[in-house]
């Protein structure tokens, strides 16, 4: 595993390209962040548990004919994925309603929606990451219809195998946010991670929270507690590497 040069250093994640032009590097790394960055903390091995819960996670969807950038895991924290280019839209799926929702909008903090929200946002920290409907993206000629439909349609079979899966490991899934990209054949897949760190996920008999909102309201101290919490319930033991 050669890394190559650095395409991109996010703020919890590094992108290298690979001596295989068709594949990147992914490190994940132990740094925390919230309101678009302004707030950070180092926490350890915050990148390993997330690359681990990420990789297992993109199995599942791979299992159930979700097709994912997910290459393989050499080490804790470092992924081997394929090179997508990436569309800058978060596609956020709420199952109940919280957060921002219940701030903007007259929702109950709590209500099940049912069919779930799909929300799209464009990816742009300049901008704060604002709100998209079909008509902007296309004004900003980041999707055609066809590819925003295809989008929607993902997102939501993400929604309903990941929804039942952390339901056998006693998670309720709140809601999530995925990136999605087009490989060298223009095909869109999966792309980014899927952890507590894009996750609202709550545990199924007391409701405490399992995610990065801990980090948000200043618990600190239970971050990573949640995190292995997640992590042992979903990898099998035979699986745990940390």
Known sequence: MDKKELINCGKVKSVYNSTNDDEVIIEFRDDMTAGDGERKEV????GAYNAIISSKIFKVLEENGIETQFIDLPEPNVMIAKKLEMIPIEVIVRNIATGSLIRKYPIADGKRLNPPIVQMDYKDDEYHDPMLNDSIIKALGIATQEEIDILTEKALKINEVLTAFLKDAGIILVDFKVEFGKDKDGNILLGDEISPDGCRLWDSQTLDMLDKELFRKGKD???????????NRIIPDDEKVI
């Open 43 to 46: 926490m350890n091995n915050k």
């Open 221 to 231: 101290s239970e971050v990573m507690d949640a995190y292995i919490e997640v992590y």
